[in-house]
């Protein structure tokens, strides 16, 4: 079966520094997502991602994060200059449909992100 | 805003219990409806979902959940779990026109051998 795949699976860094968590998205799926998790609390939304935009983003994502799909497999997370509160598990998702199609959204394991 | 959310953070059962989990979300309008399941070190799997259609949804390996939209749920039922089952509950709605799912904060069940 088709798998999303993050990697690292543990990251960890220095608060200031800029990190980049990667993801391989289902390879005919055309939106990929990011959610994240921080200890003890739900999944939270960050960002949609298709046809090279951005097609909805939560408050969580500021100008400190960016997406990007720098070919036509990888998709990437990038978080500018982390903070303390950046520590959680950042989950990346991809779906072959989304906005006005019901769709299933399928989820990577994970990169614990820890900010030091 | 919507919300999600799932009573029940931790449960533990005997195997060959039968299982409940609540989930109930805010929104009036039209919602698709999943539950995940996440086992240790795992990603999240789909379990069910629920788009339209017959409001009873049969899932993978066993699982069911009704679609209650005058009460806006959408529990999770197993009428006998097994050690297998031990992992974390996720209930998730995504509005539709939208492209986020929204999360309840999940319920760990522990099913004792």
């Known amino acids: 079966e088709p798998e999303v795949t993050q990697t690292p699976s543990h990251q960890v860094t220095q608060m200031g520094q800029e990190v980049i968590l990667r993801c391989v998205p289902i390879?005919?799926?055309?939106?990929f997502y990011w959610y994240r998790q921080i200890l003890g609390q739900k999944v939270e939304f960050l960002v949609s991602?298709?046809?090279?935009?951005?097609?909805?983003k939560s408050e969580i994502f500021d100008d400190q994060f960016s997406v990007e799909r720098p070919d036509g497999s990888n998709f990437t997370l990038k978080i500018r200059s982390t903070k303390l509160e950046d520590s959680a598990m950042y989950f990346c998702a991809s779906s072959a449909g989304g906005g006005a199609r019901p769709t299933i959204q399928y989820f990577g394991a994970g990169t614990r992100l820890s900010v030091l | 805003a919507q919300s999600v959310s799932q009573h029940n953070h931790h449960v533990i059962l005997s195997e060959a219990a039968s299982l409940e989990l609540g989930c109930n979300y805010s929104y009036g309008g039209t919602v698709n409806l999943f539950w995940y399941v996440q086992y240790p070190g795992q990603h999240l799997q789909l379990l069910l979902k629920?788009?339209?259609?017959?409001?009873l949804v049969k899932g993978i390996k066993g699982f069911e959940a009704e679609f209650i939209k005058s009460k806006f749920s959408f529990n999770l039922r197993k009428p006998s779990v097994q050690w297998s089952d031990t992992a974390e509950y996720f209930c998730?709605?995504?509005?539709?026109?939208?492209?986020?799912?929204?999360f309840g904060t999940g319920t760990r069940l522990k099913v004792l051998a």
């Open positions: 390879s005919n799926h055309l939106y």
């Open positions: 629920y788009f339209s259609g017959d409001p």
């Open positions: 998730a709605v995504i509005v539709s026109g939208t492209y986020k799912y929204i």
């Open positions: 991602f298709y046809n090279n935009e951005i097609s909805e």
